[in-house]
């Protein structure tokens, strides 16, 4: 099937907007291929959405092949629909003169107008609803806040400042063991004259101790002191740190607000970018159909030779159906076996087929009460195509033989006639194929007690054109 243009009847017309036509065929499939791209981006991020987080790929081909076949199906869905639904309110008056085909013309046009209605509002919703998302796709993601960077710095000035504060304990703690170790020594000389019950040792040993013990407690006031300092150095690094984390949050904040601004920005773009992808095509094909309409260019659909013909789709369900029956019919018959032994394989023929156009009033019943139908081999008597002769070939009964110029019940003048030699030939031609299918039907009636529907069809043909050519043949011979 092809669209056939007329020539412009308005010559004036086209003249002045007929130039344009090419330009805006154009414009209006660029428009309409940039807005099936933002939508199918738009469709892509939507998905990707939804599956995120569930084990599935977002870049797998089976989402992109999904986003591809949604904006196909939407801007095909528009580009069909535009024309019903544009042209009648450029050309006024279709069908005027037939109310019935008007009627029906513009239920057409309203069910067009709602189904491209439809197809444009879910285009403009898909569009917005993942162009917000879609510029996420192009715009580079914000950097996070480096907050490993701040915990490792910290721990690297903890030790660095905690290092002092180590040396310095471990120096008082040095200090206190010298001193106990060594005054426990002298206290040790007085201990045998203090444990004798000498006064003097014992005031000695006392007062030793008393040393030792003012060592121990001047070295817990240093630790004291130490744990005091350290833990104000520590606060103030926590504080630090504290500080630095926030600051890094919220410049990281700031920039994922400044990224995600720009991806909104860029989402716009890809919703107007549908919309005036849409638009612009709306438009142009408005002003394509007024510069047709005004140039007087009618259009036609020409079929093919194909139109009236079942779809391809359907012949082919329909030959490989057939072909696999035949074939599981052949194996079946292959390994079972089969009765008809001596009839080859037939084409196809239709179920509804119908063999009972004309009444046959001497073809043999293609039911009989015969009812023997086990499965055997063809004897030789029943084989149709085995000689059958009725009489020896030495008795006196023999029927007499046509000769090249002597037919029965025919002249010599009107036997040299060509037509009348043709009808001649092709009657004894369809009586050959007759007897022929006379016979087989006899064999069908005894083997299987019944007629089939091919054999009787052959016997009803033959009949009619011996009996035609009967007549043609009588007729040639009256003149």
């Known amino acids: 099937m092809r669209k056939i243009q007329t020539t412009p009847k308005h010559r004036a017309f086209y003249n002045e907007h007929g130039g344009h036509l090419p330009a805006y065929y154009t414009i209006a499939n660029i428009g309409q291929l940039l807005s099936a791209a933002s939508l199918s981006l738009a469709v892509f991020t939507l998905l990707s959405d939804a599956i995120a987080g569930r084990g599935i790929s977002v870049a797998s081909t089976g989402i992109v092949t999904a986003a591809i076949l949604i904006g196909i199906f939407i801007e095909l869905a528009n580009r069909k629909l535009a024309r019903p639904s544009i042209r009648p309110w450029v050309v006024k008056n279709q069908f005027s003169e037939d109310p019935e085909k008007q009627h029906r013309h513009k239920l057409v046009t309203r069910f067009s107008r709602a189904g491209l209605l439809l197809v444009g509002v879910l285009s403009f919703a898909l569009s917005f609803m993942g162009s917000m998302d879609a510029g996420k796709l192009i715009t580079d993601e914000a950097p996070p806040a480096n907050l490993d960077s701040l915990q490792l710095a910290f721990a690297a000035d903890t030790a660095v400042l905690f290092a002092p504060y180590q040396i310095r304990a471990a120096a008082a703690l040095q200090q206190f063991n010298a001193t106990k170790s060594n005054r426990e020594k002298a206290a040790e000389d007085y201990a045998g004259c203090a444990d004798r019950g000498n006064k003097w040792c014992k005031k000695k040993r006392r007062a030793i101790l008393a040393e030792i013990d003012a060592a121990e407690a001047a070295y817990n006031a240093t630790a004291a002191t130490i744990a005091t300092e350290r833990g104000k150095a520590l606060s103030e690094a926590l504080k630090a740190r504290d500080d630095a984390n926030h600051l890094a949050t919220a410049e990281a904040a700031e920039a994922a607000a400044l990224v995600e601004s720009e991806a909104k920005n860029t989402g716009w773009i890809f919703a107007a970018l549908t919309f005036a992808g849409q638009l612009i095509f709306y438009l142009l094909f408005y002003l394509i159909l007024q510069i047709e309409a005004g140039s007087e260019i009618a259009e036609e659909i020409e079929p093919n030779e194909f139109h009236a013909l079942p779809s391809v789709w359907s012949d082919f369900k329909a030959v490989f159906s057939h072909r696999v029956e035949r074939g599981a019919r052949r ?23 119908d063999t009972r156009a004309e009444p046959i009033e001497d073809a043999p019943p293609l039911v009989s009460s015969h009812t023997k139908t086990e499965p ?44 009348t030699k043709k009808a001649y030939s092709r009657l004894m031609q369809y009586r050959k194929r007759l007897g022929a299918h006379q016979q087989k039907a006899s064999a069908q009636l005894r083997k299987d007690g019944q007629v089939k529907a091919r054999t009787a069809e052959a016997i009803a043909n033959n009949r009619q054109w011996v009996e035609h050519y009967e007549g043609l043949l009588k007729a040639l011979t009256e003149k």
């Not at 029927?399 to 009107?414: I, L, S, W």
């Open 376 to 419: 055997r081999f063809y004897q030789a008597a029943e084989d149709p195509h085995t000689h059958k002769p009725r009489a020896t070939f030495n008795t006196q009964n023999t029927p007499p033989t046509h000769t090249r110029d002597k037919v029965r019940g025919h002249t010599n003048a009107t036997q040299q006639d060509p037509e």
């Open 331 to 353: 194996l079946m018959a292959y390994v079972f076996g089969t009765r008809d032994r001596l009839e080859k394989d037939l084409p196809y023929v239709s179920f509804w087929t």
